[in-house]
């Protein structure tokens, strides 16, 4: 299949969403030339355009676009051809009320915004195949194309009637039965048990609390039929141009796409990233998503989208200090990216990101802003013949998986402070802070390359990945689990003790008494540090090599953290700095590579190190 190296060619691709429909045709010609001063190669197109393309049903007017592309390749600039299908035009939704998704209190949402359609809609889906087919067909051959883009940023849910009929068809080939749904459910409880597959709906407004495996269901399956989604339009443009890859967009830690399942179905990972300037770990959560991202990919991955100024949707939104943008840049670079882009190319004169930063600001070329621009596309230049195509390599892998943080991400659980993307966060921050790189694996991954694997937290475990954590121990290696891992299967059933068996004699647990979650100025006092969040009563069974106790309180004398062998548990979540010291010194004991004085991460290949 291609990939990313068909479209690098050993460079760092730069440039980023081009938007010609909002601007006057004379201004075409004046953004190809400020696009090559600042060294763009690569320009996304079409992501918003479908009622410019098709203004009225089955009417297209290619011809604009025609020049677009035309105009881009005599500049020597590779168009990212998207499908419009992201923000349907408003006939759509005015002719066939059906393609409008509902929430979950019965409301629909209309046009006049974007992401306005349902994905369970058969109306929609045969209006955007035949957009989808239309542009493919007539941009196959042309020589500017050299990527497809697919919809954006799919983040769709549907509550409405079209949707509930295809959430019973996923749930009979999920379950084939009603038995099985009912026992998976735990209908029992609050007598909520079917009869007939007609009973069973998305999880609309109820009086009282939902019940949670009906929630979890709706979750992946809002995944999957955006996924379908995807894969209907994929088919089409991959069936005109076989040897061009495709990618979508993916939002930075989402929860609503199980981006691992995605990731096997894209050629090329891509993802927008807009960390707040203002935050002082802005560049760790940078980090964060751009080695997840890059272990989607499994090599080189693009990064769609990122602001080269101020965003428009925080309460407060800062510009990027001088040289912020080129430092977020190469660390994205340094990370495995081989893609720099932006939203978007010229900043917006109208519309609802007309505050929205672009690589040309409000200013003009003689702004800041495009100055930094083409400053970044110079060293970008500079770098591509060493880093394109090459891998970044770790010995550590970080756990995650969009399933369990569905499951942990429920009402009426013992605490709302407890976050799994912050959790997962503040991990990953105590390896950055300590210059560790790291991978991102799914619990079912191979994890033999990894001489260490974190599980911050991962509430809901199959067998399957409890027995891929118990080899990977087994085999010598060093596992490190935080606290609420295991503790329910893949339905959010409890599992017996409060934790998975085996998980216990692992870390050689002999009962798990209550769960004390902390207050938010509240502190678990511990031997050598203190721990935030979450406490944990636990009796060990006398096998564990080391106890870092409880000093103080209900929980005194309570081991806090425990090690039998390569097994390590941390009951609470130590405070930053005493979480980076004890992941820097689990790496050297696991024989891992040291942390570097700096923050330093290497890319590999063809005999070449950057």
Known sequence: MPDLADVTRHRILYGGDYNPEQWPEETWPEDVRLMRAAGVNTATVG???WARLEPRPGVYDFAWLDRVMDLLHEGGIGVVLATPTASPPPWLGHLHPDTLPRDADGRTEWWGGRQHFSHSSATYRRHAAAITEALAARYASHPALTLWHINNEYCTHDHGDEAATRFRRWLQDRYSTLDALNTAWGTAFWSQGYGDWAEVMPPRRTHYLRNPAQVLDFRRFTSDMLLECFVAERDIVRRHTPHLPVTTNFMPLWSGQDAWRWAEEEDVVSVDLYPDPRDPYGAQEGALVQDLTRSQARGPWMLMEQAAGPVNWRGVNHPKPRGLNRLWSLQAVARGADAVCYFQWRQSRQGAEKFHSGMVSHAGPRGRTYEEVVRLGADLAKLGPHAAGTRVTADIAVLHDWHSWWAADQEARPSARVDHAGVL????????R??????????????????????????????TAVDNLLAHVRRGSTLVCGFLTGVADQDDRIRPGGMDG????????????EWWPLEEDERAGCDGFRGVLWSEEIEPDGTADEVIPYQGGELD????VLRKGGAWYLSTLPEPDDLRDLFARIAAGAGGDPGEQVAQVVRFGEGREV
């Open 47 to 49: 992501v918003f355009s």
């Open 502 to 513: 085996r998980l216990r004699e692992l870390f050689g647990i002999r009962t798990l008494h």
């Open 434 to 463: 300590a210059h560790l790189t790291a991978d991102f694996a799914h619990p079912d991954h191979d994890l033999t390359p990894y001489k260490v694997v974190l599980v911050p937290q991962l509430y809901a475990l199959t067998d």
């Open 557 to 560: 004398g309570r081991p806090a």
């Open 425 to 432: 966060s503040a991990w990953h921050r105590a390896l950055w």
